[in-house]
T-cell receptor, first 113, second 110 residues
């Protein structure tokens, strides 16, 4: 089945540790996105990538990093510089510049202890 | 001021009711408008997609866009308990970036 796979689904980390969230898609989509979702705040854009080897900061990029070495993969690293990392993280992809449909993964819930 | 404003609810209605969900926005450059449905602890899924102003109907769902008022709506007819979810509006000017509302939580009571 085509889709977006995020892993892990749940993750716990200690303060000061970096953690990487995986996002893989087999939809052959060009664009990929990372959003953060907090209660009452909707989805906020962290990073996005329109093509391989290129990505742009979103509205809340501080404390996060990404890479886009392959079309199907867009991992997100939450660094120790992110002051409030506990959140629900959503990865999405989009087929082309002519469609507004974002396909989302199931999300990763990160909790910092 | 947020780019997109959405009443968080919760909104509770009896089964069979007509539901109206709304968003307002401030950026007149937005021309692509979407509604997503999100069940608890799941990723959002696209319900409706509209370009520019006007209405679009798909089964029990109708999306309306009024660009002059910077106001969009989603209507759900004959609401079902399975419609209970959080509904997110989203919009974009050029597909590079998408702006989401905070979501309205809907509960349809049997």
């Amino acid at each position: 089945d085509g889709g977006i796979t995020q892993s892990p689904k749940y993750l716990f980390r200690k303060e000061g540790q970096n953690v990487t969230l995986s996002c893989e898609q087999n939809l052959n989509h060009d664009a990929m996105y990372w959003y953060r979702q907090d209660p009452g705040q909707g989805l906020r854009l962290i990073y996005y990538s329109q093509i391989v080897n290129d990505f742009q900061k979103g509205d809340i990029a501080e404390g996060y990093s990404v890479s886009r070495e392959k079309k199907e993969s867009f991992p997100l690293t939450v660094t120790s510089a992110q002051k409030n990392p506990t959140a629900f993280y959503l990865c999405a992809s989009r087929a082309s510049s002519n469609t507004g449909e974002l396909f989302f993964g199931e999300g990763s819930r990160l909790t910092v202890l | 001021q947020k780019e997109v404003e959405q009443d968080p609810g919760p909104l509770s209605v009896p089964e069979g009711a007509i539901v109206s969900l709304n968003c307002t926005y401030s950026n007149s450059a937005f021309q692509y408008f979407m509604w997503y449905r999100q069940y608890s602890r799941k990723g959002p899924e696209l319900l409706m997609y509209t370009y520019s102003s006007g209405n679009k109907e798909d089964g029990r769902f109708t999306a309306q866009v009024d660009k002059s008022s910077k106001y969009i709506s989603l209507f759900i007819r004959d609401s079902q308990p399975s419609d209970s979810a959080t509904y997110l509006c989203a919009m974009s000017a050029n597909f590079n970036k998408f702006y989401f509302g905070s979501g309205t939580k809907l509960n349809v009571k049997p």
